[in-house]
């Protein structure tokens, strides 16, 4: 299904993020942090809307190299929008504001501790995108539409948990949770459906 980059689907996300019905993470005491899924036009002259997604720089000491959407630790008295514009900036260099947030949809805990609360920003032009080289080895902009066939998400178990691991596929690379999860619901937002995550696993490698 094709995703044109434009204000029409600009107002049909935000319609659908208005009406979503979030759920925040109610459970034991862990660390806020926010995530930037910024919709943006695909650089490939298809006219296709696609999301930011980041390869971590090699040399941080968590979760270096792994694939990732913008976004940190929330600092004290932010707001989770205001804690993901705030990451997008020092990211990828956007400076962005509260007009540029569409929603936010359910909080995903993480096995290392963190409840992780994404946030859909919509970016009309991503001439000023520049990456921190201490944070951010590459972006990718990934369209709506190469993540939303059937062969693109996969479950499978694992003898550690009980719980199906969600793994996203997008040409011949692949992503787990939590950005997968995370993703997994836009893409579940964008086709009309409301989908819960929070019980789709994490990799084992992913638990600390």
Request: hydrophobic share 45%.
């Amino acid at each position: 299904m094709s995703h044109p980059f434009s204000t029409a689907f600009r107002e049909v996300v935000a319609a659908s993020c208005l009406a979503f019905p979030r759920l925040p993470y109610e459970g034991a005491e862990l660390k806020r942090s926010a995530v930037a899924v910024v919709l943006v036009e695909a650089d490939d002259d298809s006219g296709e809307t696609a999301f930011l997604l980041t390869r971590r720089a090699p040399k941080l000491r968590a979760h270096a190299g792994q694939w990732a959407l913008p976004g940190g630790r929330c600092d004290p008295g932010e707001t989770l929008e205001e804690a993901a514009l705030r990451e997008l900036h020092e990211e990828l260099g956007l400076r962005l504001g509260p007009e540029h947030v569409l929603g936010v949809l359910d909080d995903y805990a993480t096995r290392s501790g963190y409840a992780i609360t994404p946030v859909v920003v919509w970016l009309d032009d991503a001439a000023a995108l520049a990456p921190n080289p201490d944070e951010v080895a590459s972006v990718h902009h990934i369209r709506l539409d190469h993540i939303a066939g059937e062969d693109a998400v996969e479950f499978f178990a694992i003898p550690e948990s009980e719980r199906p691991v969600i793994r996203l596929h997008f040409g011949d690379r692949h992503i787990h949770a939590p950005t997968a999860a995370l993703l997994y619901q836009l893409r579940e937002l964008v086709a009309g459906r409301v989908t819960r995550v929070a019980d789709l696993e994490q990799p084992v490698f992913a638990w600390r």
